[in-house]
């Protein structure tokens, strides 16, 4: 029996040995397949950190920010004897966010005293130099600059030039918005008072605090999700930078990473300045307020260097959440955590007790707001982008800072705004048109260089969508008819402003085989009309009987010259302005005209500089003769009288005084365009007014874009058209009936303009009084 039993014991023995050495086995190839997984996943988070690294430093160490375009208006230049009110000076420092003070002591301050404006002006970097900051005393003496005074030199001054308002920028598809600083540009305050709010132990972690993470999870235990980051800056600025603001897990884990890294690669004076461009301060409609460079203008409309302690709190305090404590909306929120940040910064030593209770004691200070200069004049700022892409690419403009020095006048685009609102709502009501449905699109230059002054692409003048301006292209009507008079007189056929033409019916076979039977617009025959006065009174008939007589090639022709480069039909309707253009395309016909058959395309752009600013291009005045400079110097003179004695007549009356402007009227069938092309001694200007559905308005040019012109030009300050004949021409007495030479005592003579050698010969005696009918038909 004992030994059966020893037996069967070692049986069982033999039997549990092998199973413990399978067991033992099994643990080890567990143990074996636990450190594979682990070394690969230890291969995978490095490679993945690898990868984290390679994102932070290939982002980092190149372009960190798209930087967006700025865009500039003309600088304001002012010389003793210039027409310029104080009004409009006061209206111009209002748009430079100049401010009212008792006692001007900084840059962009102000003061008036009687006559005179006691101002510090602001330093700025232009294309052709640096302007510093001055001390001036500007007087203003019956609507003109009387003088300008250097306080700083106990000088006079032949100009001044003061920095130009900012009127728009070119922003990336994030809408991100700022103002790179550099840490030496960054009040030491700021920075400290940054880094106690937000992370007062930045100077010494390395890149994350493990006590804030683990304040942090419990705060999220408790709660059930995630409620709170506890983060570093160096976290924050990797949140902002890199990564999304969604609450996970796995965020968390990339930041935490990723904020390592950072402090591994870049010093902490680095990675400071970085999170001073980058963290989030503020909204401004559609712009993305980042960094404090940026949000001090905002805010203040001052440089960083020149906040006081409160301001500086504030800014500070808005890193908490810059919505929520936004001091335009939620003033007493703002006031709260701006005290709180002052109370910090007195506990920490930064500011004294006294300083903080002082700073607190005051307002906060903040700037009225003004509405986005992104959107404050979406047309030109359409026509400023298209002219820069000849150039540019679209990612230079949202991403390289580029400065951008335009030609708009704010006085005269404020003025356009202004009037053509008006003038709509008004036609509106008199011609009881369906209210919102009329619209109108206007373009002004200087007359002297094409510089674009302003432009409106809608009723609504802040709308950024379909810009009339540039692409509404409508008939043009009677504004075509000067080319074909032009054409005329610069031919060697004789034509001159007096040359009769005969106004009776007329009927014209088309190739099609119907008969075209063109209609003046008072539906009259008017038989011999002088070649002024027919264009004087717009009448079609004689206006179709002189272009088929020059030939549609030879219009054509002229209408290129003039700078059209659109598809015109050579039809005998073109002479009546069945040609299709833009408000710009006319704009540019015009200007030609204007120069005296100098052709200089439109512009909007002056200069533009680099980040750095340095000139990387100039768009210097181009000018090219291309017509007869005599010949357009009898046009013109025959625009005047459109508007002396022609259809443009109320111009005259709306104005009230003596302006010789040159213009055109233009209107088009069952009257669904209504427009006026004119020109003044400084100004141009072309207005358009009309349906989208291309519905009849009930408006000719005369009752409707003329006085839209008509109060524009008075408001905006257009000065006198005084011409003078070039070479080779000479002025003699006319009589408009026989159209032959007379003397200046006869009670019907009119003074003409002449190509040398083409007035008429000899001079003939005086007619007789018998003409009245002539005298009320013409107003002679």
């Given at each position: 029996m004992p030994?059966?039993?020893?037996r069967?014991g070692?049986r069982?023995?033999?039997s549990?040995r092998?199973r413990?050495?399978?067991?033992?086995?099994?643990r080890?190839?567990?143990l074996r397949?636990?450190l594979i997984?682990?070394?690969?996943l230890?291969l995978?988070?490095?490679?993945?950190?690898?990868?984290?690294d390679?994102?932070?430093?290939?982002?980092?160490?190149?372009?960190?920010?798209?930087l967006?375009?700025r865009?500039?208006a003309?600088?304001?230049?002012l010389y003793?004897?210039?027409a310029?009110?104080?009004?409009?000076?006061e209206r111009e420092?209002q748009l430079?966010?100049?401010?009212?003070?008792?006692?001007p002591q900084?840059?962009?301050s102000w003061t008036?005293i009687?006559?005179?404006?006691?101002l510090i002006?602001?330093?700025f970097?232009?294309?052709?130099?640096?302007?510093?900051?001055?001390?001036?005393?500007v007087v203003?003496?019956n609507?003109?600059?009387?003088?300008?005074?250097?306080?700083?030199t106990?000088r006079g001054?032949?100009?001044l030039?003061?920095?130009?308002?900012?009127?728009?920028?070119?922003?990336?598809?994030?809408?991100?918005?700022?103002v790179?600083v550099?840490?030496n540009?960054?009040?030491?305050?700021?920075v400290?008072a940054?880094?106690a709010?937000?992370?007062r132990?930045f100077y010494r972690?390395?890149?994350?605090?493990?006590?804030?993470?683990?304040?942090?999870?419990?705060?999220?235990?408790?709660?059930g999700r995630?409620?709170?980051?506890?983060?570093t800056?160096?976290?924050?600025l990797?949140?902002?930078?890199?990564?999304s603001n969604?609450?996970?897990l796995w965020?968390k884990?990339n930041?935490v990473i990723?904020?390592?890294?950072?402090?591994?690669?870049?010093?902490?004076?680095d990675?400071?300045?970085?999170?001073?461009?980058?963290?989030?301060?503020?909204?401004?409609g559609r712009r993305?307020i980042?960094g404090?460079g940026?949000?001090?203008?905002?805010y203040?409309n001052r440089p960083?260097?020149?906040?006081?302690?409160?301001?500086?709190?504030l800014?500070?305090?808005?890193v908490?959440?810059?919505?929520?404590?936004?001091?335009r909306r939620?003033?007493?929120r703002?006031?709260k955590r701006?005290?709180?940040?002052l109370r910090?910064?007195?506990?920490?030593?930064l500011?004294t007790?006294g300083v903080?209770?002082?700073?607190?004691?005051?307002?906060?200070?903040?700037?009225?707001?003004?509405?986005s200069?992104l959107?404050?004049?979406p047309a030109?700022?359409d026509l400023?982008?298209?002219?820069l892409?000849r150039?540019?690419?679209?990612?230079?403009?949202?991403s390289?800072g580029?400065?951008?020095f335009?030609?708009?006048?704010?006085?005269?685009?404020?003025?356009?705004?202004r009037?053509?609102?008006?003038?709509?709502?008004?036609?509106?009501?008199?011609?009881?048109?369906?209210?919102?449905?009329?619209q109108?699109a206007m373009?002004?230059?200087?007359?002297?260089n094409a510089?674009?002054l302003?432009v409106?692409?809608?009723?609504r003048?802040r709308y950024?969508g379909?810009?009339?301006?540039l692409?509404a292209v409508?008939?043009?009507?009677?504004?075509?008819?000067p080319?074909?008079?032009?054409t005329?007189l610069?031919?060697?056929?004789?034509?001159t402003?007096?040359?009769?033409?005969r106004d009776?019916?007329?009927?014209?076979?088309?190739?099609?085989?119907?008969i075209?039977?063109?209609?003046?617009?008072?539906?009259r025959y008017h038989?011999?009309v002088?070649?002024?006065?027919?264009?004087?009174?717009?009448?079609?008939?004689?206006t179709?009987?002189?272009?088929?007589q020059?030939?549609?090639?030879?219009?054509i022709?002229?209408?290129?010259?003039?700078?059209?480069r659109?598809?015109?039909?050579?039809?005998?309707s073109?002479?009546?302005g069945a040609?299709?253009?833009s408000?710009i395309?006319?704009?540019?016909?015009?200007?030609?005209?204007?120069?005296g058959g100098?052709r200089t395309?439109?512009?909007?752009i002056?200069?533009?500089?680099?980040?750095?600013?340095k000139p990387?291009r100039?768009?210097?005045?181009?000018v090219e003769q291309?017509?007869?400079?005599?010949a357009v110097y009898l046009?013109?003179?025959?625009?005047q009288?459109?508007?002396?004695?022609?259809?443009?007549?109320?111009?005259?009356?709306?104005?009230?005084?003596?302006?010789?402007?040159?213009?055109?009227?233009?209107?088009?069938?069952d009257?669904?365009?209504?427009?006026?092309?004119?020109?003044?001694?400084?100004?141009?200007?072309v207005?358009?007014?009309?349906m989208?559905?291309n519905s009849?308005?009930r408006?000719?040019?005369?009752?409707?874009?003329?006085?839209?012109?008509?109060?524009v030009?008075r408001?905006?300050?257009?000065t006198?058209?005084?011409?003078?004949?070039?070479?080779?021409?000479?002025?003699?007495w006319?009589?408009?009936?026989?159209?032959?030479r007379t003397?200046?005592?006869?009670?019907t003579?009119v003074?003409?303009?002449?190509?040398?050698?083409t007035?008429?010969?000899?001079?003939?005696?005086c007619?007789?009084r018998?003409?009245?009918w002539w005298?009320?038909?013409?107003?002679?």
């Open positions: 030994a059966r039993r020893a069967s070692n069982r023995a033999g549990r092998p413990s050495r399978r067991q033992a086995s099994r080890r190839r567990l397949l636990l997984v682990l070394a690969l230890m995978v988070l490095a490679a993945y950190t690898l990868y984290l390679f994102v932070i430093r290939k982002q980092f160490e190149g372009r960190r920010w798209a967006p375009a865009v500039y003309r600088p304001l230049e003793p004897g210039k310029f009110t104080a009004r409009r000076f420092l430079l966010g100049y401010h009212r003070v008792d006692t900084e840059p962009g008036q009687g006559d005179a404006y006691l002006t602001r330093p970097v232009f294309w052709d130099g640096k302007e510093p900051s001055r001390r001036v005393r203003f003496r609507g003109r600059v009387g003088s300008l005074h250097d306080m700083d106990s001054m032949d100009l030039r003061l920095d130009p308002v900012l009127i728009g920028g070119f922003i990336t598809s994030r809408n991100e918005d700022r790179l550099r840490l540009e960054v009040p030491p305050l700021l400290r940054l880094i709010i937000e992370d132990d972690h390395h890149g994350i605090t493990l006590r804030g993470m683990a304040r942090a999870l419990w705060a999220n235990l408790r709660a995630t409620v709170q980051g506890g983060s800056l160096t976290q924050q990797v949140k902002n930078y890199f990564l969604r609450r996970t965020r884990f930041e990723m904020a390592l890294l950072l402090e591994l690669h870049y010093d902490k004076n990675i400071i300045e970085s999170y001073m461009n980058e963290v989030y301060l503020g909204q401004d993305a980042h404090f940026l949000a001090s203008h905002f203040f960083l260097k020149r906040l006081r302690v409160e301001q500086i709190a800014l500070v305090g808005l908490k959440g810059a919505s929520y404590y936004d001091p939620h003033p007493q703002a006031l701006r005290n709180l940040v910090e910064m007195a506990g920490r030593g500011i007790q903080a209770l002082a700073a607190s004691r005051r307002g906060l200070g903040v700037a009225p707001h003004r509405h200069s959107a404050r004049y030109f700022m400023v982008r298209r002219q892409r150039d540019y690419r679209e990612e230079d403009l949202t390289e580029l400065r951008i335009t030609t708009l006048d704010p006085h005269v685009q404020e003025t356009a705004e009037e053509l609102a008006l003038r709509i709502t008004a036609l509106e009501r008199a011609y009881r048109l369906p209210r919102g449905k009329l109108g373009v002004i230059t200087r007359t002297s510089e674009v302003a409106i692409g809608d009723r003048v950024a379909f810009n009339r301006a692409d409508r008939q043009v009507g009677s504004l075509i008819k080319a074909v008079y032009l005329a610069a031919s060697d056929k004789g034509f402003l007096a040359t009769p033409l009776s019916r007329l009927r014209i076979r088309t190739p099609q085989g119907d075209w039977e063109p209609q003046n617009y008072d539906r038989g011999d002088p070649l002024y006065l027919s264009l004087a009174h717009s009448y079609n008939i004689p179709v009987r002189l272009g088929m020059l030939g549609t090639a030879a219009v022709d002229t209408l290129r010259r003039l700078g059209v659109r598809y015109l039909p050579p039809y005998p073109l002479f009546l040609a299709r253009l408000p395309e006319v704009t540019q016909m015009y200007q030609t005209l204007a120069g100098f395309p439109v512009r909007a002056r200069a533009v500089l680099d980040k750095s600013s990387l100039r768009y210097p005045l181009t291309v017509i007869d400079a005599r046009l013109v003179r025959a625009l009288e459109v508007v002396r004695q022609g259809t443009a007549r109320p111009v005259v009356t709306i104005i009230g005084r003596p302006l010789m402007a040159a213009g055109k009227t233009g209107t088009t069938d009257l669904r365009d209504s427009w006026f092309a004119g020109f003044t001694g400084n100004y141009l200007g207005v358009w007014l009309g989208d559905d009849p308005t408006l000719t040019g005369a009752t409707g874009a003329l006085r839209v012109w008509a109060h030009m408001e905006a300050g257009a006198p058209l005084r011409l003078r004949p070039p070479q080779g021409v000479r002025e003699v006319i009589d408009p009936v026989t159209g032959q003397s200046d005592g006869c009670d003579a003074r003409l303009p002449f190509v040398t050698d007035e008429p010969e000899p001079v003939v005696q007619r007789k018998n003409n009245k005298k009320r038909l013409f107003g002679l």
